[in-house]
């Protein structure tokens, strides 16, 4: 396998120099800000122009290969996390190239010696972005495949029909893809956006195409995972983490773990410690005996965590504009009832089920290897090009998918990890997994943070003046620039961060609603506590929070149907629709009921711009222990054009349950120096006993862009609890997560 | 000395440290890909193997302590060519989304059917209540395991 791929590297390198050579400029803002272009771009039948991806990498054979035989390689930058976006590729490919599902083959997704460099799979762009980019490129080769045919057959390409990559000639004369192109190149350079097929057409589009890779899960009769993949000649590396962030390495005898039964190296750089061993259990105990000789300096001083909200506030920060019409103060010192609230939300670990793992190797001197679950193979090879100090061409990264990622996590840490250790054995890949505390105290978490918002409403109830604040940290600090990653901190020549760009603490910031006198700010601390950056939604979940919690604390001021008051200040038929689908299916009805029930709403579209979604949450709280438990789920979406209704309804499913476990029971926790959510029990998540029933209730719409969900399934689900939980029992309960304390305290005051 | 057991019905024996958890041994030395390290600890089951007919934690069961026993991996109980009932009816419910907590799921859904062919919901979720999934597929696995379970699996 590996002589074949090598082969295939040398000639797919040449078309991909393009792509390499946007490495320096991808920085890592591009895809987390990037939002809207390339889904307009995919507006079937309407195209005013290439998705982004595609010009940005437009030679075709960067995307696409059809072998003799007729067999498609589909190459995508875009990378399966758990999400299972593979298969959806597939039918956009399959779709507009006019063969069948089984005539794909295969499907590359990240590899810098292989596939298109698309950034970070993240954003839940992979749809908007990775999958546009492969249908407009699937329509280009369609289109150049007729046209051979039609030069063959000595007729006009519009009398030509395709299916199953067969061209047929009305008079009955046929060809197929394999004998038109079969091996060859198309050196085609993609300028203009081809004619795509009308939705109408699609045979695989729409359709829940079952995952191919799912048999292989239930039996292990595949690896699947990085955590599977055995190379040969392997060995297994641990990494000795400090006790504390910033912890200096006094001193370290090494003379017992080297003397272990299995250890091939102890290494030490710096305050970096590691073991390579024979097999993964001699790893870990020669860890063990490293840590109790180990003796450390440690000065890291945490803020205190019951005062995080007065220090996300009252530190030093940048103060964004997100939106001032300039009369928001004013129209509320006018209004006749004045309405304030401050809400919070913790530190969320992504706490991915499998801890972080990679592989790495060192060949020939200076050539590496790196086998990772990260979401961006180019941003990575960048990374460790600055810290194993060589260019970034002599590494190839090679994407495997690990447990579900929801963010950055530990996979870039882990492959940083790897390469330092394998740098000490040349020649031999080494496999590093994280501990379970390792993950839990050392992977990057979304950010904490506060709200203050104030709203007026005029004598008729009617909302005239939003003021609101937000303060955050960033919620990127990923690789790709110098010094991000984790292992490069504790190096004897350290490579430390710059500061941090001040991302996506504002998303969904700036409600969605028709307000014509509004103020939004989102201040930015210049240096986070704790270690943050992307997290699932970004900003978005706790923004949505606080500003749907807080309409529903309006609409009670303005004795209003809380979804009724949300109507008056939207006049999108998307979003209404969204609304009217969701309040019928739960039998949305906030009159009286019994004692300790409650339903809630909430809505959002995800960062003013992608998908509609419209949640219900129908809760039960026992008022003596100030238990919430959350019994089921309605939500409904609008995503444009549904690509894989199974793949929508299992991103819908698991989005409300990880955002209930989110909203119920999470918050990472800490004393005076270290983290101290190292496993399941000092971090408990959402077990099978409390998990709701979600309802799934979809709009298709063919003839839009299509967009992700990943993210926007959990963006309201807070807010929809958090009301639930005020009808039922008329408490508002403003800070994340619900515990029963807080909901205690708060029934104390209702 | 060497350990030996039976591993998904074939004689095996390792020379592996009698304190190495069985996790380590089924992974490294018999390449299986079914039972994966999620916490050590016995948390989570991401690593769930059975002994004889009982669900483990294989990561905290030393190698030792299953000498002389059948233990029996998700690789044991069907292939992807010849999945076993249960296995069928996750796939039937493409009930996964990184899927890397699922091998858990089957083995203690496995386990579970033999004592409790035929459960209620409330049966399973609390049969289920020790295996922890992040991505939030429970209710693709109660519907997969309910499926099972109409279909008369043990």
């Known amino acids: 396998m590996a002589r074949d791929l090598m082969a295939h590297e040398v000639t797919r390198r040449e078309f991909l120099a393009g792509a390499g050579a946007l490495v320096v400029s991808f920085s890592l803002a591009g895809s987390l800000l990037s939002q809207g272009g390339a889904a307009a771009a995919g507006t079937p039948g309407a195209a005013p122009a290439l998705p982004a991806d595609l010009a940005a990498t437009p030679t075709l054979d960067s995307w696409l290969k059809i072998d003799s035989a007729g067999n498609v390689t589909v190459y995508s930058g875009k990378v399966d996390l758990g999400q299972g976006i593979g298969i959806a590729f597939e039918q956009i490919v399959a779709d507009e190239l006019d063969v069948s599902l089984a005539q794909i083959t295969n499907l590359v997704q990240g590899d810098t010696a292989l596939t298109p460099n698309e950034g970070y799979t993240a954003g839940s762009l992979s749809i908007a972005q990775g999958g546009m980019a492969l249908r407009y490129a699937a329509a280009t080769a369609r289109q150049y495949l007729v046209g051979l045919a039609a030069k063959e057959f000595g007729v006009d390409p519009g009398q030509l029909t395709v299916a199953d990559g067969v061209v047929r000639a009305p008079d009955g004369r046929s060809v197929t893809y394999g004998q038109l192109i079969g091996g060859h190149r198309f050196n085609l350079t993609v300028t203009s956006p081809p004619p795509l097929k009308d939705p109408s057409e699609y045979r695989y589009v729409g359709k829940p195409e079952p995952r191919l890779e799912i048999p292989g899960i239930m039996t292990g009769g595949s690896p699947v995972y990085i955590q599977n993949l055995r190379l040969p000649g392997m060995l297994h590396g641990r990494v000795l983490r400090p006790p504390s962030p910033g912890a200096q390495l006094l001193s370290l005898d090494t003379s017992r773990a080297a003397k272990m039964p299995g250890v091939v190296k102890v290494v030490r750089n710096g305050s970096f410690v590691g073991v390579v061993a024979e097999t993964e259990w001699a790893a870990i105990q020669a860890v063990e005996a490293l840590r109790s000789a180990a003796v450390w300096g440690q000065t890291n001083r945490f803020v205190p965590a019951d005062q995080i909200d007065t220090y996300l506030r009252t530190t030093a920060h940048s103060d964004i504009r997100e939106l001032d019409t300039g ?66 061409s002599n590494i190839r990264v090679i994407h495997m998918e690990g447990a579900g990622c929801y963010g950055h996590n530990g996979a870039d840490d882990v492959n940083a990890d790897a390469a330092l250790l394998a740098a000490a054995v040349p020649g031999r890949p080494v496999r590093v997994q994280w501990m379970r505390a390792d993950e839990f105290q050392w992977e990057p978490y979304g950010s904490a943070m506060s709200f203050r918002l104030e709203g007026g409403l005029d004598a008729s109830g009617n909302l005239v003046a939003w003021n609101h604040d937000v303060w955050t940290a960033t919620y990127s600090t990923r690789p790709g620039p110098p010094g991000w990653l984790l292992a490069g901190w504790y190096l004897a020549q350290p490579q430390l961060p710059g500061p941090a760009a001040n991302v996506g603490g504002d998303r969904n910031a700036v409600p969605y609603y028709n307000l014509a006198n509004a103020r939004v700010y989102c201040h930015y601390i210049e240096r986070s506590p704790l270690r943050v950056s992307a997290h699932r939604t970004l900003g978005a979940f706790r923004n949505i929070f606080a500003i749907e919690s807080f309409m529903d604390e309006l609409a009670a001021a303005a004795k209003a149907d809380p979804v009724a008051f949300r109507l008056r200040y939207l006049n999108d038929p998307r ?11 739960a039998g949305w009805n906030p009159g009286p009921r019994p004692s300790g029930r409650g339903q809630g709403f909430a809505f959002t579209r995800y960062e003013n711009a992608g998908a509609y979604v419209a949640t219900v949450a129908e809760v039960e709280v026992d008022r003596a222990t100030g238990q919430v438990a959350v019994r089921h789920i309605y939500t409904s979406v609008d995503v444009g054009q549904i690509i894989n209704p199974n793949g929508l309804a299992n991103q819908a499913e698991g989005g409300a349950i990880q955002a209930t476990s989110w909203t119920l029971k999470e918050q990472v926790t800490w004393g005076a120096q270290a983290i101290e959510s190292v496993d399941w029990v000092t971090y408990p998540i959402l077990t099978f006993p409390e998990v709701p029933e979600v309802t799934v209730l979809p709009i298709d719409n063919p003839t839009l862009p299509p967009v992700g969900f990943g993210e926007a399934a959990c963006v309201p689900i807070g807010a929809a609890i958090a009301n639930a939980v005020f009808d039922a029992t008329g408490a508002r309960v403003r800070r994340l997560p619900l515990t029963p304390e807080r909901v205690r305290a708060a029934l104390s005051q209702a | 000395m060497a350990i030996s057991f039976h591993l998904n019905g074939r004689p095996v024996s390792t020379d592996a440290d009698p304190a190495t958890p069985l996790l380590y041994v089924l992974r490294d030395e018999f390449q299986l890909n079914g039972p994966r390290f999620g916490c050590g600890l016995g948390q989570c089951g991401c690593c ?33 060519e010849h999945p076993s009932v249960l296995q069928q009816a996750f796939i039937d419910e493409q009930a996964a989304q990184c899927g890397y907590c699922t091998n858990g799921m089957i083995m203690q859904a496995a386990a579970f059917l033999k004592q409790n062919p035929h459960p209620t919901e409330q049966e399973i979720r609390q049969a289920l209540a020790n295996n922890l999934c992040r991505c939030g597929t429970h209710l693709r696995f109660i519907r997969a395991i309910r499926r099972a379970a109409a279909q008369g699996v043990s």
């Open chain 2, 48 to 80: 769930t193997v059975h002994v004889g007919d009982e669900a483990v934690r294989s990561c905290s069961v030393p190698v030792a302590g299953v000498a002389g026993q059948a233990v029996t991996t998700l690789e044991g109980l069907g292939t992807p």
């Open chain 1, 575 to 585: 979003a209404t629709a969204v609304i009217q689908a969701v309040t019928k299916a």
């Open chain 1, 327 to 392: 009369t928001a103060l004013p129209a509320l010192a006018k209004a006749a009832v004045r309405v304030k609230a401050d809400y919070s939300v913790p530190y969320i670990a992504h706490a991915s089920i499998g801890p972080s793992c990679a592989i790495a190797q060192l060949h020939n001197g200076n050539q590496w290897t790196i086998w990772s679950h990260t979401q961006g193979v180019y941003p990575d090879q960048q990374a460790l090009s600055y810290l194993l100090g060589v260019p970034a």
